[in-house]
C-alpha cells in the first residue's frame, strides 16, 4: 500500500505570509495527489485535486505542484480564515495532517 | 447542489453493529462517474478510508476493516449505508459520507456534515 506522509505536522504563519506544505509518497503515484481543508468542527472541503487543479469556488491564493512521490501546497498572502488542517490524499489514503495556527 | 446527510444512531454498545445511512439530494446516486464512500475520524486524529460502493452495489473496502464492514446502496431511495459490526471503543469517530469521483484521479466531495458515533456501555 502507498504511504502518505505530510510535513510539517503542525505550522504557525501570521496573515499575509506564504506557507508550503509538503506531501510525499512511499513509491510513485504520478499526479494522483488531492489537498483538502479541515475547519475544527467541519467535514474536509475539497480545495486542489489531480496535484495542481483548483476545485471550483476555491481562492485563487491556493495551488498545488509536484508529481510521482513528491507534492506541496501552497498558499500565498495567508488570510483568517485559512488557519485550519490540511490532509493529502491519493486514492484512498490520506496524509496524517498539518494543522496551521496564527502565531 | 449536492448534498449529502448522514443519519443515524450516534451511541453504540461494544460488541454491537454500528449503522449510518447517507442520504443524497440534489443529484442522483445511479451515476457512472461516481462511487460513494464512507471515511472516518477519530477524535483528534487522521481520516480513514472505509470503503466505497457503485450504484450497482460494487464495493471496495479498506482491507484493515473489511472482515467488519458493509456497505449497500439503495437507488430508489438515494442512499446508501453502512454497517461496521463487532465495534470496539476504538471505532469511536465521526463518520463522514462523501462522493468519489473516479476518473483517473479519485477524490472525495463534496462531503456530508459528519456525524460523531460514539461505542460505550
Given at each position: ?5 505530510q510535513s ?12 508550503t506544505i509538503t506531501c510525499r ?47 506541496t ?31 | ?121
Amino acid at each position: 500500500d502507498v504511504q502518505m506522509t505530510q510535513s510539517p505536522s503542525s505550522l504557525s504563519a501570521s496573515v499575509g505570509d506564504r506557507v508550503t506544505i509538503t506531501c510525499r509518497a512511499s513509491q510513485s503515484i504520478s499526479n494522483y495527489l488531492n489537498w483538502y481543508q479541515q475547519r475544527p468542527g467541519k467535514a474536509p472541503k475539497l480545495l486542489i485535486y489531480a496535484t495542481s487543479s483548483l476545485q471550483s469556488g476555491v481562492p485563487s491564493r491556493f495551488s498545488g505542484s509536484g508529481s510521482g512521490t513528491y507534492f506541496t501546497l501552497t498558499i500565498n498572502g495567508l488570510q483568517p480564515e485559512d488557519f485550519a488542517t490540511y490532509f493529502c490524499q491519493q486514492t484512498y489514503t490520506f496524509g496524517q495532517g498539518t494543522k496551521l495556527d496564527i502565531k | 447542489q449536492l448534498q449529502l446527510q448522514e443519519s443515524g444512531p450516534r451511541l453504540v454498545k461494544p460488541s454491537e453493529t454500528l449503522s449510518l445511512t447517507c442520504t443524497v439530494s440534489g443529484g442522483s446516486i445511479s451515476s457512472s462517474t461516481y462511487y460513494w464512500g464512507w471515511i472516518r475520524q477519530p477524535p483528534g486524529k487522521g481520516l480513514e478510508w472505509i470503503g466505497s460502493v457503485f450504484y450497482s452495489g460494487t464495493t471496495y473496502y479498506n482491507p484493515s476493516l473489511k472482515s467488519r464492514v458493509t456497505i449497500s446502496v439503495d437507488t430508489s431511495k438515494n442512499q446508501f449505508s453502512l454497517k461496521l459490526s463487532s465495534v470496539t471503543a476504538a471505532d469511536t469517530a465521526v463518520y463522514y459520507c462523501a462522493r468519489l469521483a473516479v476518473v483517473s484521479v479519485r477524490w472525495f466531495d463534496p462531503w456530508g456534515q459528519g456525524t460523531l458515533v460514539t461505542v460505550s456501555s
